[in-house]
């Protein structure tokens, strides 16, 4: 059993692995005002009165800091603590859910996103773990009754590995992946049993006997098996140690149908669902507590950071709550006809390791015919290629001889259950019926190879390819490239240099995140929304959740006006009350009416902000107004039929706005200028109740909903290429609708939540579903953040890039254009081009090491300097030249480079370098020339290449020796540019190369 750690806070204790156990030394104060039990009548504070803030376990999301008067959080190893100063979040990979769907193992983000099927074509799985430092998913297929494997990338999704057979009624599975061994519940033989992760070493673990075996759960963190008994006369959970002994109930009161269970390995604690409720307890059954989470029919439960997870039977979707409080409760809907049925949480904090307490192999006491192998706690003994271990799983037989045909095996020989040959085919065939021969399986045509666009059947296997202007994947069978579907990136994609590879890019103001997304720099971004009659606040993971402006009268529109910090929403005439459009100050939650004259203000539906021009636009009755944001100068600038949504582009001078059909017309989107001319139709198939629309300012899309067709269409801002980005129940009855990063927000009236969604249509992701407690008819809503309001330079990048072939950088009101790594600006300033590659600096005959240590002295060139009786030596006389920064050596500098590349240690008294020549220098007389006859000469260019494939600097080297001849030469023999280059380059020789 592995060592523990014990951490006191106060009079709460949490039991920890060892290498969760290290405190973060980032302990940030969380400062509590409430922090002593009475208030001291001499003013002074004394340490027998403070309140130990951390004897709840909710006080802090992992480890709580008692102090006198308050209390600070702080995390364990591996995790980081986030602005509240009370959460945890998990440093590291993104974690997922992996879930079984009856037929299908699939795996899903958090966030609902990036969604893949691991394994497909199965008949019953309901049973399904992992482990994670071997990247594999292990699931139980009752259908079959037999246990496989399959990658958490989803690259066997067809070709899972079949590892454990024959189980005759299995409930659940549950994995030791510190001692490699996997457990599983059958309900008709009434046992736990076991076997080794390759399926070897199996047997009977534990017999339970009457009972009736539902979850499962091995941590081998504690040492400990737990299950849960869901027999109907007494149900309960059990526990027992690893090694077999000690087997305990840990909880048989009040429990009804404890089917779900699973461990906290941060809280050392027992999470389970009965009874239409989750419930946690100590591990030894002591400290029973249950969420205030009603309604609860959990199938399988996880737990990860604040969060418990489960698969529920009633809702067929997975739910996620904090698991402390009940509260911040978000829903997953997978996309699929079937149940989801076990769950897991993966991420490498979920299965903590620990260090094994004796390696019985170095003891020599196991008893191994061959060779031993170390676990935890344990050792197993294996065997050498060609023989196998007998059933005292220690000694070793010889595997039977196939001889010198092989066997009469076409492909592979192998011991067969009875000790004789049989014939095996290795993978890319099948074996025929007289057991001897393999065939070639046609993966292409059983559709077996996956391949995204074009197959290839090869013998033994085949290849995938892909159309021009894209690429194969690293998985051999995926096609990627910017022109399908952007390469998955968010906002820019980048193809590299040579085309086999490209890159994700962001506009200005936003960073790059997992490679793909974008996210916007500076505060964090959440949301504002009406609910009837308030206005409340919530983080987009459902925490912070709160009002900001409560008793009012049916808001139903709002908007914000960030730069400003205001609110503006409007109440509905209801009874004796009047309509009204409303200021709300974020900062002092002030609120001031601006307009009541209900010659404008009567039903108003939505309101838009234009915070460029500072108006007010809304939809009321039959007609879209406008006023300042004060309330003055208000005006009718439409006359509709019965508008109801309503978003402006201030940049593009448009609005937007939906309008119910009527006698006269259908329900339709249509779009104006700012003074409400030009009116057209902008869309109108198939729409009923289109309540809500919103534009992404980034990709300028236009979003809207309709609340009677279920559905979300978008299309770009001149209402070409319409597509539905979702639709049917999961829609719901949509009001209000918001964008911002990568999802789409919006309310629905029907479910009272808000949901979430990614932007782009895609059949891979699913639905997030907010229902935070007292949710009630939400309607409008609005992501705060300043980037949902972009400022002039901001927007002209938006806005077809300004103009940049690549990246479009905001320098406050304007912009400037700039390109990635390998490819370089053109004079235009707007496009990019890609560099050529530059040659490395590989070849020791041209420019050794800048030493001039060349590999003979004809790789020295020499340049001949015509002495003249007297006088001066005219530059037209002096053939060192055209040696510029474009050649260098053997190196051929490309024109393209030749702005980041300079001349250094040039002897200015010999000659003059510049970017485009060297040439000797005028002189007076020839004594400098003299000094330097027969002697090394060297040049050195120093070049920043950043992107080209080099690292910068770089430094390339040009050597040359000076001869001086007694009398001019003659014209024949006088060294021109083209001769000298078969001894140093030429910028002319550069241009053929």
């Known amino acids: 059993s592995a060592l523990r750690t014990l951490v006191v806070m106060g009079d709460h204790k949490r039991i920890v692995s060892p290498r969760m156990a290290v405190i973060s030394t980032c302990l940030l104060m969380m400062i509590v005002s409430s922090g002593y039990s009475r208030p001291s009548y001499n003013r002074q504070r004394r340490a027998d009165d403070d309140?130990?803030?951390?004897?709840?376990?909710?006080?802090?999301?992992?480890?709580?800091?008692?102090?006198?008067g308050s209390f600070f959080c702080s995390c364990l190893d591996g995790y980081e603590l986030q602005s509240d100063k009370w959460s945890c979040k998990a440093k590291g990979d993104k974690p997922f859910a992996l879930y079984a769907h009856q037929t299908e193992v699939r795996r899903i983000d958090l966030e609902g996103t990036n969604f893949k099927v691991l394994a497909r074509n199965l008949q019953d799985v309901r049973a399904v773990d992992f482990h994670h430092e071997e990247g594999m998913a292990y699931f139980l297929d009752n259908g079959t009754g037999v246990i496989s494997k399959a990658k958490l990338d989803g690259t066997q999704a067809d070709s899972a590995t079949a590892i454990v057979s024959g189980v005759v009624s299995g409930v659940s599975l549950s994995l030791d992946w510190i001692n490699r061994v996997l457990y599983w519940t059958d309900s008709q033989t009434k046992t736990i049993e076991r076997a080794d992760l390759d399926g070897s070493n199996r047997g009977t673990f534990l017999t339970i006997g009457s009972a009736t075996p539902g979850a499962l759960v091995v941590d081998p963190v504690n040492g400990f098996v737990f299950w849960t008994d869901v027999d109907q006369a007494q149900p309960k959970i059990e526990r027992v140690n690893l090694n077999g002994t000690g087997r305990r109930v840990v909880a048989g009161n009040s429990l009804t149908q404890p089917f779900s269970l699973t461990v906290d390995y941060v809280d050392s604690r027992l999470f389970f669902g009965d009874n239409?409720?989750?419930e946690s307890m100590d591990l030894d059954g002591s400290n029973r507590v249950s969420?205030?989470?009603g309604a609860v029919d959990a199938f399988a439960i996880s737990q990860f950071e604040q969060s418990v997870f489960w698969t529920d039977l009633s809702t067929s979707n997975i739910h996620r709550v904090n698991k402390y409080t009940g509260i911040d409760f978000v829903t997953l809907v997978p996309r699929g006809s079937f149940q989801p049925y076990d769950l897991h949480v993966v991420h490498a904090l979920r299965q903590p390791q620990s260090e094994p307490e004796q390696d019985e192999c170095s003891l020599d006491i196991d008893g191994c015919d061959h060779y031993c192998i170390n676990t935890i706690g344990s050792y197993y003994c294996n065997c050498f290629s060609g023989y196998v271990l007998n059933a005292d799983r220690r000694t070793c037989s010889a595997l039977a001889d196939c001889g010198d045909d092989n066997g009469g095996c076409s492909?592979?020989?192998?011991?067969?259950?009875?000790?004789?040959?049989?014939?095996?085919?290795?993978?890319?065939?099948?074996?025929?019926?007289?057991?001897?021969?393999?065939?070639?399986?046609?993966?292409?045509?059983?559709?077996?190879?996956?391949?995204?666009?074009?197959?290839t059947n090869t013998i033994g296997g085949f290849r995938c390819s892909c159309p021009a202007d894209t690429f194969l994947?690293?998985?051999?069978?995926?096609?990627?490239?910017?022109?399908?579907?952007?390469?998955?990136?968010?906002?820019?994609?980048?193809?590299?240099?040579?085309?086999?590879?490209?890159?994700?890019?962001?506009h200005g103001n936003y960073e790059l995140i997992e490679g793909k997304k974008c996210r916007a720099k500076g505060p964090q971004p959440y949301l504002l929304f009406a609910n009837d009659y308030d206005i409340r606040q919530m983080n987009f993971d459902g925490t912070g959740y709160k009002s900001i402006q409560s008793n009012l009268n049916r808001a139903f529109a709002m908007d914000i006006h960030y730069r400003r910090g205001k609110v503006y929403y409007a109440s509905q005439h209801i009874f004796q009350t009047s309509a009204g459009l409303f200021e709300l100050d974020l900062a002092?939650?002030?609120?001031?009416?601006?307009?009541?004259d209900t010659a404008f203000v009567n039903d108003p539906a939505h309101i838009a902000v234009d915070w460029v021009n500072d108006k007010l636009y809304w939809t009321d009755v039959n007609s879209v107004m406008r006023a300042d944001l004060d309330g003055s100068y208000p005006v009718e600038l439409i006359r509709a039929g019965s508008p109801h949504g309503i978003a402006v582009d201030p940049y593009l001078g448009k609005l937007f706005f939906t309008d119910f059909p009527n006698d006269t017309h259908a329900a339709a989107v249509y779009e104006a200028n700012l003074d409400g001319s030009g009116v057209r139709e902008f869309f109108s198939g198939g729409l009923f109740w289109p309540y809500g629309l919103t534009i992404d300012y980034v990709e300028n899309k236009l979003y809207w909903g309709d609340a009677e067709m279920e559905a979300i269409w978008y299309a770009d801002l001149d209402g070409s290429n319409v597509q539905v980005l979702r639709n049917g129940s999961s829609v719901g009855e949509l009001y209000g609708i918001t964008q911002f990063e990568e999802y789409v927000w919006w309310s629905d009236q029907r479910a009272d939540a808000l949901k979430r969604a990614p932007k782009r249509a895609s059949a891979t992701n699913s639905i997030v579903r907010i229902t935070a407690g007292g949710i009630t008819r939400p309607s409008a809503m609005q992501v705060v953040h300043p980037y949902r309001q972009p400022d002039l330079g901001f927007r002209d990048c938006l806005l077809n890039q300004g103009g940049c072939s690549h990246v479009c950088m905001p320098v406050g009101d304007s912009y400037v254009c700039k390109c990635p790594d390998g490819f370089a600006l053109q004079a235009d300033n707007r496009t990019c081009k890609e560099l050529p590659t530059l040659p490395p600096p590989t070849q020791p005959s041209c420019h050794a090491n800048c030493s001039g240590n060349f590999q003979n002295a004809g790789d020295i060139p020499t340049f001949r300097i015509p002495l003249r009786q007297k006088g001066t030596l005219n530059s037209k006389d002096q053939p060192i030249q055209n040696i510029g920064l474009g050649v260098v050596g053997c190196v051929t500098v490309s024109a393209v480079y030749q702005d980041n590349c300079s001349w250094i240690d040039v002897p200015h008294d010999i000659v003059y370098a510049s970017n485009t020549s060297v040439r000797g220098q005028h002189v007076e007389d020839l004594s400098s020339w003299e000094a330097v006859e027969d002697k090394l000469i060297r040049l050195t260019v120093q070049c920043t290449l950043s992107g080209a494939g080099l690292s910068a600097p770089v430094q390339f080297c040009l050597l040359f020796k000076i001869t001086l001849v007694a009398n001019p030469l003659p014209t024949t023999e006088t060294p021109t540019t083209a001769q000298a280059t078969t001894e140093a380059p030429t910028t002319a020789q550069a241009t053929t190369e």
Not at 51 to 68: A, F, I, K, P, R
Not at 426 to 447: M, S, T
Not at 588 to 596: A, E, F, K, P, R
């Open 588 to 596: 002092t939650n002030d609120v001031i009416q601006i307009l009541s």
């Open 276 to 278: 239409d409720q989750i």
């Open 411 to 455: 492909h592979r020989c192998v011991n067969g259950s009875n000790g004789s040959p049989a014939c095996n085919c290795p993978r890319g065939f099948n074996l025929l019926a007289n057991g001897k021969d393999c065939e070639d399986i046609d993966e292409c045509e059983n559709g077996v190879a996956g391949c995204s666009h074009s197959c």
């Open 291 to 293: 969420l205030p989470q």
């Open 473 to 506: 994947g690293s998985d051999g069978q995926t096609c990627e490239g910017c022109s399908l579907n952007n390469g998955g990136c968010q906002q820019v994609c980048v193809t590299a240099p040579g085309g086999h590879s490209f890159h994700c890019l962001c």
């Open 51 to 68: 309140v130990n803030e951390c004897s709840s376990l909710s006080s802090c999301g992992q480890v709580c800091h008692n102090t006198v």
